[in-house]
C-alpha cells in the first residue's frame, strides 16, 4: 500500500501536547492494524538534540540506534510500544548540512540554492525516504513550533507541497481559553491561528482544541465555521488526567472514523484485544490506589520536561504495582548541608541522569542517607556513578573520593573518564550512546528484576566505574551485578544489606505502559514495601 500522510501542526502557542496528540493517532491506526509511524521536525539548526541544556529544552532522548533525539520521541515510543529510529527525526540542522553538503558537491552547478525549492525538496526527499525505507501505512508528521515561526516555515511550506501530490490529512491544535470574568470559552486565538494556517495555504480537516474544560457546542460551531470543516472535526482534547486517555477519548468522538475515511483506509475491524488491554491500563493508571513517596533529587527539577522520562517510569511501574507515585522533586543544593528533613517521607529515593559537579555534594548525602536508613535507591547512570562515590567514601573509607569530571587531580577518582572518550575533539553524538548489552550475575536485584542474564539498555554517557577500585568496592560489601559481555565496563551496582541499585544506562528509556521498565518495577516493589 502506497504510504498516507497526517501532518500535526500547532497554530497558536507551543505546549499544547503535539507529540501526545501524535503518539495517540499512531496508536489509533495501530488499533486497527495499520502501520502508523511518527515523524518529527524540528527547526532548529543543532543537528540533533545532544548538544541541547535539558534545562531549557527539556529531556534527551536517546534511540537504540544511538541517535539523541527530541524528548517527543520518548511520548512516541511510550504510546506505540515500537522501537524507533533515529532518521524519523529531522532538524534544521540536519537539513541544511545535507544541503551544503550538496551544493559543495557540485549537484545543484549553476543554481542559487534557496529555501524554496531546495530546502523544502530536500524535506520532501527525506520524507519519501523513510516512506520507502521503512513501508508504513501511515506517516503522521508532528512539525515542531508554531505556524509563524520562522524555524518551521520550511517545514509547513514542503507539507503544502507534498499535499499536491500524495494524499495527506491536515490537523491543526489548537488552545481555547476560558475568561473568569465571562465564564466563557473564547474561540477568537483559535480562529486566528487557523487564519494564519490558512493564509500559508493550508486548509486544516481537523482543529484540535486544547482546553482546561470540555469545549462547548457554541464554541465548536464557531471553530467549525471560521475553519470551514464540520463541527464532528473539531476535536475536543480537554484536561483527562492521564496522557495515555488520549487515544480513546479521541475515539469517542469518531476521530478514528474520519481519519480512515479522509485517508481512504479500507475500514478494517478494530483489534478488540490491543484495544481491550490498553484500556485496562489506562484505568490501572487513573484508579486511586495506595499512594507512596519517591523523592528525585537531581539538578533540573525545576522544568519537570528534564525527566519526563524518568517520570512515566515511574507511572508506569506504579500502575504495574497499583501504588500512585507521589513525585518528591529535590533540588539537589539543597541537600547540601546537614539538614536532610526533605527526605523524611520518601519511600524510594531516586538519582537521576546528570552532567557537572553542581548538586554533585546533596545527590551524594541523599544516597548515603538511603543507604543508611535502607531506603529502596534507584540511581541512574550519573546516580549510579554517584552510588559508587559515596561507596567509596563512607565504606571504604576512600577519603574524598570523587569522579575526574568533577577533579581532574583528585587522588581517588573512582570514576573515570572512559578511554575511547578521552582524546575526542568534539562533542556531537560521541558519547557511548544506544543500546549496549549487559550480563547479569544471578542472585542479585538486578537478576531479580529482569530475570535473565542478558539484557540490553540505552546508554548516554562518557563516564565509568574506574576499574583499578572495583576490587576494593567489591571487598567491601558494593556488588557488582552487571557488567558488559567483556567484563571491562561495570554496568549495575548493588548494595547487599538494602535494595539499592545503581545502572550506567538509562532503563527510563524504554520504559513503557505496556512493558515498564523492570529495574523501575523492582524499584517500585521495594519502595511500596516499605511504604
Ligand atoms: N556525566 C556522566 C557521564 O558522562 C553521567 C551521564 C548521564 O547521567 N547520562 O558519564
Not at 549537484?107 to 530536500?122: F, K, W
Not at 563512607?394 to 569530571?405: D, F, G, P, R, V
Amino acid at each position: 500500500m502506497q504510504t498516507k500522510y497526517i501532518v500535526i501542526l500547532g497554530s497558536l502557542l507551543s505546549g499544547l501536547g503535539k507529540g501526545g496528540v501524535t503518539g495517540s493517532i499512531c496508536k489509533i491506526l495501530g488499533f486497527y492494524n495499520y502501520k502508523a509511524l511518527p515523524v518529527k521536525f524540528d527547526g532548529y539548526l543543532n543537528y540533533d538534540c545532544g548538544t541541547m541544556n535539558p534545562y531549557r529544552h527539556g529531556e534527551v532522548f536517546v534511540l537504540d540506534d544511538k541517535s539523541e533525539v527530541d524528548m517527543d520521541f520518548g511520548m512516541y515510543e511510550r504510546f506505540i510500544n515500537i522501537d524507533l529510529k533515529g532518521n524519523l527525526s529531522i532538524t534544521g540542522g540536519k537539513l541544511f548540512s545535507k544541503v551544503i553538503a550538496k551544493e559543495r558537491r557540485g549537484d545543484y552547478l549553476g543554481e542559487d540554492v534557496q529555501i524554496i525549492p531546495h530546502l523544502t525538496n530536500e524535506i520532501l526527499n527525506m520524507i519519501k525516504n523513510i516512506s520507502n525505507s521503512e513501508k508504513p501505512d501511515v506517516l503522521v508528521i508532528e512539525v515542531g513550533g508554531t505556524v509563524g515561526d520562522i524555524e518551521n516555515s520550511y517545514f509547513i511550506e514542503a507539507m503544502r507541497q507534498l499535499a499536491l501530490t500524495e494524499k495527506v490529512v491536515f490537523v491543526d491544535l489548537t488552545y481555547v481559553p476560558k475568561l473568569d470574568v465571562v465564564g466563557e470559552q473564547k474561540t477568537k486565538p483559535a480562529q486566528i491561528g487557523v487564519r494564519s494556517l490558512m493564509q500559508l495555504g493550508i486548509q486544516p480537516d481537523f482543529v484540535i482544541c486544547r482546553s482546561n474544560e470540555v469545549i462547548g457546542k457554541k464554541a465548536k460551531e464557531k471553530i467549525a465555521l471560521f475553519s470551514s470543516i464540520s463541527k464532528d472535526r473539531v476535536i475536543d482534547d480537554s484536561d483527562k488526567g492521564t496522557v495515555y486517555n488520549l487515544p480513546l477519548h479521541f475515539m469517542g468522538q469518531r476521530f478514528d472514523k474520519l481519519l480512515m475515511e479522509d485517508l481512504q483506509l479500507r475500514t478494517r475491524k478494530i483489534n478488540r484485544k490491543k484495544l481491550n488491554e490498553w484500556s485496562r491500563m489506562v484505568d490501572r493508571v487513573s484508579s486511586p490506589r495506595k499512594r507512596i513517596n519517591i523523592a528525585i533529587v537531581g539538578k533540573y527539577t525545576d522544568l519537570k520536561d528534564s525527566y519526563v522520562s524518568v517520570k512515566e517510569a515511574l507511572i508506569h511501574a506504579g500502575a504495574q504495582n497499583n501504588v500512585m507515585v507521589d513525585f518528591n522533586w529535590i533540588e539537589s543544593t539543597a541537600l547540601e548541608g546537614h539538614d536532610l528533613h526533605a527526605l523524611e517521607n520518601a519511600d524510594g529515593i531516586l538519582v537521576p541522569g546528570g552532567f557537572g559537579v553542581r548538586g554533585t555534594e546533596g545527590m551524594i548525602n541523599a544516597i548515603r542517607y538511603a543507604r543508611e536508613n535502607k531506603v529502596p535507591y534507584l540511581g541512574l547512570c550519573f546516580g549510579m556513578q554517584l552510588m559508587v562515590v559515596e561507596y567509596a567514601r563512607n565504606a571504604c573509607m576512600l577519603k574524598n573520593a570523587t569522579s575526574s569530571e568533577f577533579d581532574k587531580k583528585a587522588r581517588y577518582k573512582v570514576i573515570e573518564i572512559m578511554e575511547s572518550q578521552r582524546d575526542l575533539k568534539e562533542k556531537g553524538g560521541n558519547m557511548r550512546l544506544g543500546a549496549w548489552t549487559a550480563r547479569l550475575r544471578k542472585g542479585t536485584h538486578a537478576y531479580e528484576a529482569y530475570k535473565s542474564t542478558t539484557i540490553s539498555e540505552r546508554h548516554r554517557h562518557r563516564y565509568e566505574v574506574n576499574n583499578r577500585y572495583r576490587s576494593i568496592l567489591e571487598k567491601n560489601g558494593l556488588v557488582v551485578s552487571g557488567t558488559t559481555p567483556n567484563n571491562h565496563i561495570v554496568e549495575i551496582t548493588e548494595w547487599k544489606d538494602s535494595f539499592g541499585i545503581g545502572t550506567q544506562a538509562h532503563p527510563e528509556l524504554k520504559s513503557r505502559l505496556e512493558r515498564p521498565a523492570p529495574l523501575f518495577l523492582e524499584f517500585i516493589k521495594h519502595a511500596a514495601a516499605r511504604a
